[in-house]
């Protein structure tokens, strides 16, 4: 396996899983306040 085959790092397959894993974090995070009521810092304790 090359540098150029390699997923980790700062490559373009590690960038592409790292974004979509963010928007799901973001999606889940927002139903989740919409299903409870409760602000996300609310629901960990910080609110």
Same mark, same amino acid.
């Given at each position: /396996? $090359?540098?150029?085959?390699? +997923?980790?790092?700062?490559? $373009?397959?590690? =960038?592409?899983?790292?974004g +979509?894993?963010?928007? /799901?974090?973001?999606?889940?995070? !927002?139903?989740? =306040? !919409? !299903?409870?009521?409760?602000?996300? !810092?609310a629901?960990?304790?910080?609110?």
């Amino acid at each position: /396996m $090359s540098d150029s085959d390699s +997923r980790f790092g700062f490559v $373009s397959f590690a =960038e592409t899983w790292n974004g +979509r894993l963010a928007m /799901m974090g973001f999606v889940i995070g !927002l139903a989740t =306040e !919409l !299903l409870t009521g409760q602000g996300i !810092l609310a629901q960990v304790g910080l609110g």
